[in-house]
């Protein structure tokens, strides 16, 4: 499949690429005229002269440096700030006459002018791509000049929409698709590095392999997020297994379940703003209906947070782990593997954030999703990363589709941890073994 027809496909041609503006003037220390042009384009009655001062705008815009953005995003924070005054005038008018005017008038009061701004930025050409990179200028921003944190809600609140369910476009990646798409999977792979194109072409091209993206139609060569997916026999307890050069591909009769070994975020400027719900339930409709043989759905997932958890234990099996990680000591882990799994299901399981929801942040995404944490495995990830971020443990969370919903509400009413009968027993061992936090 070539460029064409994969956009094609993706859109069903209702939407042609978009063109290129004018190289931006790099460099430039202070903002001026910019603000200018955006009071402009605010007062802009026409499409055309609104569609083209937008473009001017993102182009002045890229080429500022760190403090002509500061200067930017301190004008737009400020100058295009909510009147306090006006919105208590109109809640009061709301509260004595609740009717359509009075509810608009309030409505129109509470929005900041700089939403407007951005609204109307994006009617240029490409203009979404140029504002997503231009609220991750802001979020990198943000720690020295707390004070444009309001900016940053009114991104997120615009991106929300314009980034909804319903706009996005899940679309294969296989070793068809064109190779700028191609080179973005490997750019934005988060969780395993892709070293080259053959290892690439490992994980899409063999029959037994998937990858799935979501795309906006405002960034066709863009992908959001995606995920990459091993059908397999059973639940693999190796990522290296998955991923081995010489593996041999499995026929699809000969495979009964779908592992989501790998989920990366493409774009950070949409920090906040989540698929991955979205996507992984697609992505096992997709499945379920392709290859109806297919009976289990997991996940082989890092632990990121484990070797600090492991760090902070007052535990002389938890002080091995750290040590045989930190030299890559793989038979002394394989020796201490259950105690791993032990100190691992209690990571997932009870160390909560303020407010009860697990302290681990891939856990509070899949079991958000619905998912049970179904299984532990050492010796997972063996990399230089897995030692360093789990001491090489892995765990499965099992999309029940019989129980995803309920696991759901479980989870987003009481943060319910639903766990297997394995997870179950190793939190017994440890408390038998008297190694449980007091």
């Not at 720690?143 to 615009?158: M, S």
């Not at 798409?181 to 892709?194: G, R, S, T």
């Not at 509070?364 to 997972?380: D, T, V, Y």
């Not at 001491?391 to 943060?415: C, G, K, P, T, W």
Request: proline share 4%; with cysteine; net charge negative.
């Amino acid at each position: 499949m070539g460029r064409l027809s994969f956009f094609t496909g993706m859109m069903s041609g209702l939407f042609e690429r978009v063109p290129r503006r004018g190289a931006a003037r790099r460099g430039r220390a202070s903002g001026d005229g910019i603000t200018e042009l955006a009071l402009a384009l605010l007062s802009a009655q026409g499409e055309v002269s609104g569609t083209r001062l937008a473009g001017e705008i993102l182009d002045e815009y890229r080429g500022l440096d760190r403090d002509g953005q500061v200067g930017f995003f301190g004008w737009m924070a400020g100058a295009l700030d909510v009147d306090p005054a006006a919105i208590i005038a109109a809640a009061e008018r709301y509260r004595d006459a609740p009717d359509r005017r009075s509810y608009m008038a309030l409505a129109e009061a509470a929005e900041p002018r700089r939403q407007e701004l951005l609204r109307r930025l994006n009617q240029a050409p490409g203009a979404t791509l140029d504002l997503v990179r231009m609220r991750l200028d802001l979020l990198r921003l943000l720690p020295d000049h707390p004070g444009l944190a309001a900016l940053d809600v009114d991104f997120r609140h615009l991106f929300r929409s314009w980034f909804n369910r319903g706009f996005l476009v899940l679309r294969p990646i296989d070793w068809h698709t064109p190779a700028n798409i191609l080179e973005k999977i490997v750019e934005y792979e988060a969780v395993h590095a892709i070293d080259d194109w053959s290892d690439l072409q490992r994980r899409v091209m063999p029959q037994d392999r998937r990858c799935f993206a979501f795309f906006h139609p405002s960034m066709l060569e863009e992908p959001l997020i995606f995920v990459e997916v091993a059908l397999c026999r059973g639940i693999p307890s190796s990522v290296q297994d998955l991923l081995a050069e010489n593996r041999v591909a499995m026929d699809d009769e000969d495979t009964d379940t779908a592992v989501f070994y790998s989920i990366s975020n493409c774009q950070e400027g949409l920090r906040g703003i989540s698929f991955g719900n979205s996507l992984i339930k697609q992505v096992v409709a997709e499945l379920h209906q392709e290859l109806p043989q297919l009976r289990t759905f997991v996940t082989l997932s890092p632990i990121p947070g484990l070797m600090g958890h492991l760090r902070a234990q007052d535990d002389e099996s938890a002080r091995e782990l750290v040590a045989a990680a930190e030299a890559g000591d793989r038979d002394a882990i394989a020796a201490l593997s259950d105690r791993l799994r032990i100190h691992a299901a209690r990571w997932l399981a009870e160390e909560k954030r303020p407010g009860g929801a697990p302290a681990d942040p891939v856990a509070r995404f899949h079991l958000g999703n619905g998912a049970e944490l179904h299984l532990i495995h050492a010796l997972a990830d063996v990399s230089a990363q897995g030692l360093a971020q789990s001491a090489s443990a892995m765990v499965s969370y099992l999309y029940d589709l019989d129980r995803v919903e309920a696991n759901h509400e479980a989870f987003a009413s009481q943060n319910t941890v639903v766990m297997s009968k394995d997870i179950r027993a190793l939190l017994s061992r440890g408390k038998q073994t008297g190694k449980t936090k007091e």
